[in-house]
């Protein structure tokens, strides 16, 4: 079984702080995605990396950034969080690429972490 | 650019009916389709996908979906509900071909009751 762990269920943060989603999974995907998922928007991709040390912007990357040092280890960060970064996380993984495509990917995701800014 | 529809925010059924849950799409280009579900407290899951070739696709749980080129529609169904079923349900699309990500819908919130 595919597992994707993210560290926290639930967070609590002061506006300002810097804040560090970390992301883990342990089947050898090539590629991880941060998602954050908000009522009435649906997921919206933040940033995704297709391999260690590379990192792509998603739809919404403003006030956020990612690292990869690993491959199984995807990190969001929060430069300075703002309450308008109040939301749910949520990070996944999908299958090698074996065709020179993605698209067809199945992504697995983890349980989610709860950010609350105050 | 792709977009998707999810034309209902929440859909309240009885256990054991028949259930639809709508998503249209729209795309310049051919496209995959995905349902994800999420249940209380979890992340995402694989329900189904298309790819190709028949347009009906099988799911987990009982799950069906038809896609619909001609009405840009890959809606969801099931022909009787449990109480397990209930839950968040996402349709998504992406542009065949290539490194295309993922976009979601907003979401259909699915209550069975008893």
């Known amino acids: 079984d595919v597992k994707v762990t993210q560290s926290s269920r639930y967070l609590v943060k002061r506006t300002g702080e810097k804040v560090f989603l970390e992301c883990v999974q342990d089947m050898d995907h090539e590629n991880m995605f941060w998602y954050r998922q908000d009522p009435g928007l649906g997921l919206r991709l933040i940033y995704f990396s297709y391999d260690v040390k590379m990192k792509e912007k998603g739809d919404i990357p403003e006030g956020y950034s990612v690292s990869r040092e690993k491959k199984e280890r995807f990190s969001l960060i929060l430069e300075s969080a703002s309450t308008n970064q109040t939301s749910m996380y949520l990070c996944a993984s999908s299958i090698p690429r074996t065709s020179g495509s993605w698209s067809t990917d199945t992504q697995y995701f983890g349980p989610g972490t709860r950010l609350t800014v105050l | 650019a792709q977009s998707v529809t999810q034309l209902d925010s929440q859909v309240p059924v009885f256990e054991e009916a028949p259930v639809e849950l709508r998503c249209n799409y729209s795309s310049s280009v051919s496209v995959y389709l995905f349902w994800y579900v999420q249940y209380p407290n979890q992340g995402l899951q694989l329900l189904l996908k298309?790819?190709?070739?028949?347009?009906l696709v099988k799911g987990i749980n009982g799950f069906e979906a038809e896609f619909n080129k001609s009405q840009t529609s890959f809606h969801l169904r099931k022909p009787s509900v449990h109480i397990s079923d209930t839950a968040e349900y996402f349709c998504?699309?992406?542009?065949?071909?290539?490194?295309?990500?993922?976009?979601f819908g907003a979401g259909t919130r699915l209550a069975v009751h008893p």
């Open positions: 298309y790819l190709s070739g028949s347009t």
């Open positions: 998504a699309v992406s542009a065949s071909g290539g490194y295309n990500k993922l976009i």
